[in-house]
């Protein structure tokens, strides 16, 4: 059963959202103008309404509508189009809320998933093979700048806990320090 939802208050329904975060985000995107960030996009991108109605395969007047629709009557399928019309991608991202360690892991995910989408491009083409080890020596070198930040951040803070101390030597029960 595939049902096509219409407005953001229909997905968060739809997802069971407690009806007080639904409160909480209805009023967080109030005041947010979709269509007049639509709008600007298109004028950005020099087209009448007319000429985005022929990108969009749809009315002159459609469009009007769509620039001046309120929030909540704006479909995210047609926002989508509109959006992809003048070469936008859309991503919307619903999830529960994370701690800054399962965010980093979880674009630590995303960063893998993308080097691989990356690497799908390595052809026979040597101008592109050169760009993209070029690419992946320049993330090589981040991610162990990176790395090497964590060790020190790490063994700083463990040092902090258990400080290292000089190793003795116990000779017939008398304590000696180690020169």
Same mark, same amino acid.
């Given at each position: 059963?595939?049902?096509?939802?219409?407005?953001?208050?229909?997905?968060?329904?739809? /997802?069971?959202?407690? #009806?007080?975060?639904?409160?909480?985000?209805?009023?967080?995107?109030?005041?947010?103008?979709?269509?007049?960030?639509?709008?600007?996009? $298109?004028?950005?991108?020099?087209f009448? &309404?007319?000429? /985005?109605a +022929?990108?969009?395969?749809?009315?002159?007047?459609?469009?009007? =509508?769509?620039?001046?629709?309120?929030?909540?009557? *704006? #479909?995210?399928?047609?926002?989508?189009?509109?959006?992809?019309?003048?070469?936008?991608?859309?991503?919307?991202? *619903?999830? +529960?809320?994370?701690?800054?360690?399962?965010?980093?892991?979880?674009?630590?995910? &995303?960063l893998?998933?993308?080097?691989?989408?990356?690497? =799908?491009?390595?052809?026979?083409?040597?101008?592109?093979?050169?760009? *993209?080890?070029?690419?992946?020596?320049?993330?090589?070198?981040?991610?162990?700048?990176?790395?090497? /930040?964590?060790?020190?951040?790490?063994?700083?803070?463990?040092? #902090?806990?258990?400080? $290292? &101390?000089?190793?003795?030597? *116990?000779?017939?029960?008398?304590?000696?320090?180690?020169?």
């Amino acid at each position: 059963m595939d049902q096509r939802l219409s407005t953001i208050s229909d997905l968060m329904n739809e /997802m069971g959202v407690e #009806k007080e975060t639904a409160k909480q985000v209805t009023e967080n995107i109030k005041n947010y103008s979709i269509s007049q960030n639509l709008t600007i996009l $298109r004028a950005r991108a020099n087209f009448s &309404q007319s000429e /985005m109605a +022929k990108k969009m395969k749809t009315s002159q007047s459609f469009i009007s =509508k769509l620039e001046s629709a309120s929030n909540d009557q *704006i #479909k995210v399928d047609d926002m989508c189009a509109f959006l992809a019309a003048l070469g936008y991608e859309t991503t919307i991202t *619903i999830s +529960k809320p994370q701690n800054i360690a399962q965010k980093i892991k979880a674009s630590y995910c &995303q960063l893998v998933d993308l080097v691989k989408e990356l690497q =799908k491009y390595a052809v026979n083409d040597e101008a592109i093979l050169e760009g *993209i080890a070029g690419f992946e020596t320049e993330a090589a070198r981040n991610v162990l700048d990176l790395a090497s /930040m964590l060790i020190e951040s790490s063994s700083a803070k463990l040092d #902090k806990i258990h400080p $290292r &101390q000089e190793p003795r030597i *116990i000779l017939q029960n008398e304590n000696v320090n180690r020169p």
